[in-house]
């Protein structure tokens, strides 16, 4: 949970005042006003004509690629935006000539011809259009994800080999391993001019958006591919005059779909291999625009502007549906097969696109620039734009998705699904990775380890994997091998035992405890699986106090059967052993200690090492009690580098005033300072809790109180004390009831109180004064497990109460007449 506070959605001149005066940054904004359903934002017209700049010298190149007519590749892109734009289910994905059909689009055109190849684009448009009615398209989803980059990442090699050849000044061959074998020949004859107009071009694309100083910030605003390829237009033009340039034909010749020939079974498996590609391109570009989109509407607004407006999740079977429509009409007017690409995808969210507008109007411009700009256009080379896509290509072979698969033991089908297709074609590398992956999963279904060690007489029998037929032979060879009525502890690491294997283990068990073996059942934790069900879910978790871990209490406890099969971690009945009455808390912390080695640190390991190698980086100062019920990582639902914590009794924050050399009291205000001016923390909370030992001390205070050194630190909170006492300054209280008791009412001011000192801080002010800094109270009702936000007013210390909202699960912002902003569940309305 992130302890930000979101704005208030009312619009109110005062409510507008008080977030100005406060010099705080809104978190959360409120929706957009409503716009005519016919205008256009400026942000999707600044967007449309980004991605219009990217699209048009890429979809010349795709067609350069494919050995298609150049007409073809605006045709695609003109119909991707417009059709795919209107009708589709990712609003800010940009639909155009699929790259991931390059090759397979290349190789139908030499088989069958162009017009033949425009057919079954509309084949595997009408496809698509059924698949995406028939609500597949999740389903599409579900292949491997080693499968889907790997696929993609071999049609980018591909891509790459081919269109450097054409750099080179030459032509491309028939399959992806021709070209690599004729690359040495073809760098040899090749001539400069070409070569170099290339290089220029990839030079470009990968420096352009890493230009320094301001003139690079300014330069980086227009589109790496528009500015390779207009420089290196630029240079031809004036250096090389006789290079192969754009040739774009009459519209007037442009030639349309005819009524395939050839096989039907080669024709049915091409138009099963374009729209299989086509729809895995679209969709992974669809996942990828929402996780940009969300990305962007998190972030927290720049120079004070409101963040966009958060777009709807994609619906991929209309998405799917949207494509096929757009490939079939683009299939019809003679153009390229459509997806959705994410290049030009990722540079629309990018540039702030807000709608499909966006994708539209970039449809539009391409239709224009496709009838009014053919003079300009053919003054391209060809090798520009080969080059752009050459890189292209290269980027599709992802280094981030090579490590994810590498992590997850997934690279062997990576690979083989690469190799497939660089070297058999896009249908066969599919299934060759669909067999590979397949028998993956058999050898780790089958795979199982099982060793037996002893000490001190006693027996440990790990079995790792799952526990099926396949793995029985071993089992019973390992198991008959221990003396008879001997004392075990049998591990099974694995969630799953089939019938076969759960008799051989009952089996066993049965006979070693008829001749007074003690055998216990454990899972990979240690947590006998032996214990109630309650017990084995709750009482070893993390969160849970000392006190209640029974599980390292018991030295040994004989169990009556074996657990059942198809799970290892259904509970069983046991004779529990009492546990030690006397344990101090030493052992308490060692157990503890132990614990976290064996079941935790394996798994937050690379996580700690990344940031023990980065250092840390936390976004938010969390000041709160030294309390021992109030476990601040729990609460927050964060984790290492998160949170930058500082914990005291009663969550006091001395204002810098009172501080001296002798009071002992610069501690909690070095911190501030290192957090705010070194670390540059996003925000600050200040978190109390009910029932504060701090608070009741001030309540119950006498005059005649010893002056030790809790009660000096206590002073703090006096300003606390006090303001609950004023006439002059609202009560804080929780939205919707009066606080409990005193204790309570202390509590919320205290939260109150101590941002005001918080604010006094030289640091704190100068940050909140320049907008990077957000300052937030909350409270933690102990008993209840339930936490409540400060309002944004009383927060910056302008608001005129002092209201500590409820949050609830799924929370989200509604405004209420009395300004009072709350969290509530979403759909509900809460009044204070």
């Known amino acids: 949970m992130s302890a930000c506070v979101p704005a208030r959605n009312d619009q109110s001149p005062r409510s507008r005042r008080t977030s100005s005066a406060?010099?705080?940054?809104?978190?959360?904004?409120?929706?957009?006003?409503?716009?005519?359903?016919?205008?256009?934002?400026?942000?999707?017209?600044?967007?449309?004509?980004?991605?219009?700049?990217?699209?048009?010298?890429?979809?010349?190149?795709?067609?350069?690629?494919?050995?298609a007519p150049l007409a073809a590749g605006l045709v695609s892109a003109a119909i991707g935006g417009i059709v795919a734009g209107l009708l589709g289910g990712t609003p800010l994905q940009v639909s155009g000539p699929s790259a991931g059909l390059t090759v397979v689009t290349a190789e139908l055109i030499q088989v069958y011809g162009w017009r033949t190849t425009c057919a079954i684009t509309i084949g595997a448009g009408l496809l698509q259009i059924l698949l995406g009615s028939l609500k597949a398209?999740?389903?599409?989803?579900?292949?491997?994800?080693?499968?889907?980059?790997?696929?993609?990442?071999?049609?980018?090699?591909?891509?790459?080999?081919?269109?450097?050849?054409?750099?080179?000044?030459?032509?491309?061959?028939?399959?992806?391993?021709?070209?690599?074998?004729?690359?040495?020949?073809?760098?040899?004859?090749?001539?400069?001019?070409?070569?170099?107009?290339?290089?220029?071009?990839?030079?470009?694309?990968?420096?352009?958006?890493?230009?320094?100083?301001?003139?690079?910030?300014s330069l980086s605003r227009i589109p790496a591919a528009l500015a390779a390829v207009v420089v290196a237009t630029a240079v031809a033009a004036a250096a090389t005059p006789g290079i192969a340039r754009v040739d774009l034909p009459s519209w007037r010749s442009h030639a349309l779909p005819e009524m395939p020939q050839g096989p039907v079974a080669a024709l049915a498996a091409a138009v099963f291999t374009v729209m299989l590609v086509a729809s895995l391109e679209s969709l992974l570009a669809a996942v990828s625009v929402d996780k940009l989109a969300a990305d962007r509407s998190n972030a927290a607004p720049k120079n004070g502007s409101p963040p966009p407006a958060p777009v709807k999740r994609s619906d991929l079977d209309r998405e799917l549906r949207a494509q096929g429509v757009a490939n079939t009409l683009s299939g019809l007017a003679g153009g390229l097969a459509v997806s959705g690409g994410a290049v030009r995808s990722s540079a629309n969210v990018r540039a702030g696109a807000e709608s499909r507008a966006s994708t539209v109007l970039h449809g539009v411009w391409v239709l224009l620039a496709a009838m009014l700009l053919v003079t300009a256009l053919e003054w391209i080379p060809l090798a520009a734009l080969a080059a752009l896509v050459m890189v292209v290509g290269i980027q599709m072979v992802s280094f981030a998705h090579i490590r994810k698969v590498h992590r997850h033991r997934e690279f062997l089908v990576y690979g083989a699904t690469i190799s497939g297709v660089i070297l058999a074609g896009v249908l066969e590398g599919v299934a060759i990775g669909i067999i590979v992956a397949v028998a993956v999963a058999l050898h780790r279904l089958a795979r199982t380890r099982i060793t037996v060690t002893e000490q001190d007489g006693r027996y440990h029998v790990v079995?790792?994997?799952?526990?099926?037929?396949?793995?029985?032979?071993?089992?019973?060879?390992?198991?008959?091998?221990?003396?008879?009525?001997?004392?075990?502890?049998?591990?099974?690491?694995?969630?799953?035992?089939?019938?076969?294997?759960?008799?051989?283990?009952?089996?066993?068990?049965?006979?070693?405890?008829?001749?007074?073996?003690?055998?216990?059942?454990?899972?990979?934790?240690?947590?006998?699986?032996?214990?109630?069900?309650?017990?084995?879910?709750s009482c070893c978790r993390p969160w849970t106090p000392w006190r209640n871990h029974h599980c390292h209490d018991r030295s040994s406890a004989p169990t009556t059967a074996p657990p059942a099969p198809h799970t290892v971690s259904k509970s069983w009945p046991t004779d529990p052993t009492p546990s030690s009455p006397h344990r101090t808390g030493a052992h308490r912390l060692l157990n503890g200690l132990s614990s976290f080695q064996r079941t935790t640190a394996p798994l937050v390991r690379e996580e700690l090492a990344r940031l023990a190698a980065e250092g840390q980086r936390p976004s938010q100062l969390f000041l709160t009690c030294a309390d021992s019920r109030l476990v601040t990582s729990m609460i927050t639902a964060?984790?290492?580098?998160?949170?930058?914590?500082?914990?005291?009794?009663g969550n006091l924050v001395?204002?810098?005033?009172?501080?001296?050399?002798?009071?002992?009291?610069?501690?909690?205000?070095?911190?501030?300072?290192?957090?705010?001016?070194?670390?540059?923390?996003?925000?600050?909370?200040?978190?109390?809790?009910?029932?504060?030992?701090?608070?009741?001390?001030?309540?119950?205070?006498?005059?005649?109180?010893?002056?030790?050194?809790?009660?000096?630190?206590?002073?703090?909170?006096?300003?606390?004390?006090?303001?609950?006492?004023?006439?002059?300054?609202?009560?804080?209280?929780?939205?919707?009831?009066?606080?409990?008791?005193?204790?309570?009412?202390?509590?919320?001011?205290?939260?109150?109180?101590?941002?005001?000192?918080?604010?006094?801080h030289e640091s704190v002010a100068r940050r909140v004064?320049?907008?990077?800094?957000?300052?937030?109270?909350?409270?933690?009702?102990?008993?209840?497990?339930?936490?409540?936000?400060?309002?944004?007013?009383?927060?910056?210390?302008?608001?005129?109460?002092?209201?500590?909202?409820?949050?609830?699960?799924?929370?989200?912002?509604?405004?209420?007449?009395?300004?009072?902003?709350?969290?509530?569940?979403?759909?509900?309305?809460v009044g204070a």
């Not at 705080?24 to 409503?34: A, F, I, Q, V």
């Not at 016919?38 to 190149?61: H, Q, Y």
């Not at 001016?677 to 309540?699: F, Y």
Request: some cysteine; proline content about 8%; hydrophobic content about 45%.
């Open 769 to 829: 004064a320049a907008g990077t800094l957000q300052l937030h109270g909350m409270y933690f009702h102990v008993g209840e497990a339930q936490a409540y936000l400060l309002t944004e007013g009383a927060s910056s210390g302008t608001g005129p109460d002092e209201v500590f909202a409820r949050v609830a699960p799924g929370a989200e912002w509604s405004a209420e007449p009395d300004s009072e902003a709350l969290l509530t569940a979403p759909g509900t309305t």
């Open 22 to 67: 406060s010099g705080l940054k809104r978190p959360h904004s409120p929706p957009p006003p409503r716009r005519g359903r016919n205008r256009v934002s400026g942000a999707d017209l600044s967007a449309s004509i980004t991605v219009f700049l990217i699209a048009v010298p890429m979809s010349l190149g795709l067609a350069v690629a494919m050995d």
């Open 137 to 217: 398209a999740r389903s599409a989803l579900a292949v491997s994800p080693a499968i889907v980059h790997g696929t993609l990442a071999g049609i980018g090699v591909a891509i790459a080999l081919a269109q450097m050849h054409i750099v080179l000044g030459g032509a491309p061959q028939s399959s992806a391993l021709d070209n690599a074998l004729s690359l040495p020949a073809h760098l040899a004859e090749s001539e400069p001019a070409a070569p170099l107009v290339g290089a220029l071009t990839i030079v470009l694309l990968i420096v352009w958006p890493r230009l320094p100083g301001r003139i690079g910030a």
């Open 463 to 537: 079995a790792r994997g799952q526990l099926t037929f396949l793995a029985v032979p071993r089992l019973s060879r390992l198991l008959g091998r221990l003396p008879h009525g001997v004392d075990a502890v049998v591990e099974l690491d694995g969630f799953f035992m089939d019938h076969a294997a759960y008799e051989t283990i009952q089996d066993w068990y049965a006979a070693q405890t008829a001749m007074g073996g003690r055998i216990e059942f454990t899972g990979r934790s240690g947590g006998r699986i032996a214990e109630p069900a309650s017990a084995a879910h």
């Open 638 to 649: 964060s984790g290492p580098g998160d949170l930058f914590t500082v914990r005291n009794v």
């Open 654 to 760: 001395p204002p810098p005033d009172t501080g001296s050399e002798t009071s002992n009291d610069d501690s909690v205000a070095a911190a501030i300072e290192y957090a705010v001016d070194v670390l540059e923390v996003e925000s600050i909370t200040v978190c109390g809790h009910s029932g504060c030992g701090a608070m009741q001390a001030l309540l119950g205070a006498a005059p005649e109180t010893p002056r030790t050194p809790l009660w000096r630190w206590l002073r703090h909170g006096l300003p606390s004390l006090e303001r609950m006492r004023s006439r002059h300054h609202s009560w804080a209280r929780i939205a919707g009831r009066l606080p409990a008791d005193a204790v309570e009412q202390l509590c919320l001011t205290n939260v109150v109180q101590q941002l005001e000192h918080l604010r006094a």
